[in-house]
């Protein structure tokens, strides 16, 4: 299997393999960064107390919280069918979410850090019987180790960014050995999918953005009454899934605001909660009130701006504003996805960069169904008129809510693609019932 292996991925393996006894390190760093549950730093060894399910077990790897939810109706289609899924990922937040959003029958493990020890720990406990990786996280240690124990592996939701594509075709050699591992790439677009047959993909299918599928977000309703409460009668906007630079400039976006709508609250929910304290000790230096959710306040009149660290309640607050603003995207970390906000009947406003999801808010705002501001004074403008204009407002609702629905149907075309592995594993099952 080595001497198969391009010299970038030996040299990576051999060097992987020496740094284990460096590991203790790297864990105790992360622990201190609050980065690894120290009750379960095991799982990055390959090491766990659960035990494996009888019978055919679909694993599915994503790396965070975006590609966990964007798998969850598909793990809800494949329990429909009695298979038992072993969901892994590689953040904190992301097991917290999976712990919130699915059935306590599936089983949740951190993936093992990319060395061949802990990867053939893994592989040996769990011995799944289909891979499915979801975008673009690809390890190669667990790639090769998968291909040589005969693990059917597919790439699903699979994603190459503008700029990973340019980086990988430098190391053209290296990503084809990996790629070619994986039976079938699912692409979430033509463009992905182009890169993915360019990089050494040999069986590309287009089947769309699972994240288009996604179901709008769960909401406790007792909290949300509390908060609608607490709010009646003020204008609301969120500011969803903020990155660092973006908050001072919300914050001189609300002071403008503030100016004609007097009672406004802004709500800002930053995509890590653990930079709720920084956040607002940035909005108290600018002069404006801030409450913290994580110390379980909850705005008062005299709140301007609301910081929402906690995780998993993005549903509440999108039920509570009917203008929402797309993160990521006034500084190049990418955009996030608006999905969700949209399910829930909130018109969309964002930044420039939005390259981790072109297509997406290409066809939203050729069609209305979202806008882009890229300077604060045109978000100033452009919330302030959605805020004056509830008719303007929902016709982009309107609008975006029909762009969703014809990119929609990733799912059916995902688990048609899926179908054959699927009913092997379904034959699996019926011989050890037999």
């Known amino acids: 299997m080595a001497s198969s292996l391009p010299l970038t991925l030996r040299v990576y393996r051999t060097l992987s393999a020496a740094a284990v006894p460096l590991t203790p390190v790297l864990f105790k760093r992360r622990l201190r960064q609050g980065k690894e549950d120290p009750?379960?730093?095991?799982?990055?060894?390959?090491v766990t107390g659960d035990v494996r399910p009888h019978g055919p077990l679909v694993w599915i790897h994503g790396a965070s919280v975006g590609e966990v939810l964007a798998a969850a109706a598909l793990i809800e289609k494949l329990r429909a069918l009695n298979l038992r899924i072993l969901l892994t990922s590689g953040t904190v937040t992301s097991a917290e979410i999976a712990a919130k959003r699915f059935a306590a029958d599936v089983i949740h493990q951190y993936v093992p850090y990319d060395s061949p020890r802990y990867v053939a720990r893994f592989l040996d406990h769990w011995q799944p019987s289909l891979a499915l990786f979801i975008e673009s996280d690809l390890w190669p240690n667990m790639i090769v180790a998968g291909a040589a124990r005969r693990l059917p592996m597919v790439l699903i939701n699979g994603r190459m960014s503008h700029r990973s594509f340019p980086r990988w075709r430098r190391f053209s050699g290296t990503i084809e050995a990996l790629l070619a591992r994986f039976e079938v790439c699912l692409a979430q677009s033509d463009t992905d999918a182009e890169r993915f047959a360019a990089l050494g993909s040999r069986n590309v299918v287009t089947t769309g953005n699972l994240k288009l599928d996604v179901q709008a977000p769960p909401a406790d309703n007792a909290r949300l009454e509390r908060l609608m409460a607490v709010t009646r009668g003020r204008p609301v906007i969120v500011a969803a899934s903020t990155h660092p630079g973006?908050?001072?400039i919300l914050a001189e976006v609300h002071r403008e605001l503030a100016g004609?709508?007097?009672?406004?609250?802004?709500?800002?929910?930053?995509r890590h909660p653990s930079r709720g304290e920084a956040i607002a000790r940035l909005i108290a230096a600018s002069s404006l009130h801030a409450s913290l959710r994580s110390h379980e306040d909850l705005p008062t009149a005299t709140s301007d701006i609301y910081v929402a660290d906690t995780m998993g309640e993005l549903g509440l607050f999108y039920r509570l504003a009917p203008v929402v603003f797309m993160g990521g995207?006034?500084?190049?970390?990418?955009?996030?996805?608006?999905?969700?906000?949209?399910?829930?009947?909130?018109a969309i406003v964002h930044g420039p960069h939005v390259f981790n999801f072109t297509d997406v808010y290409d066809a939203l705002d050729?069609?209305?169904g979202a806008k882009q501001a890229g300077t604060p004074q045109a978000l100033v403008k452009q919330i302030g008129q959605w805020l004056a204009d509830p008719v303007a407002r929902q016709a982009s609702v309107d609008a975006a809510g029909h762009v969703v629905d014809q990119l929609g149907g990733a799912l059916e075309r995902t688990l048609?693609?899926?179908e054959p592995y699927l009913l092997q594993l379904r034959l699996e099952m019926g011989a050890a019932n037999a």
């Open 416 to 418: 048609s693609a899926l």
């Open 366 to 368: 050729a069609a209305g």
């Open 39 to 46: 009750a379960r730093i095991n799982e990055r060894r390959g």
């Open 246 to 248: 973006e908050e001072e």
């Open 329 to 346: 995207s006034l500084v190049e970390h990418g955009g996030q996805n608006p999905i969700e906000a949209i399910k829930l009947g909130a």
């Open 260 to 270: 004609y709508f007097p009672q406004l609250l802004t709500v800002i929910v930053p």
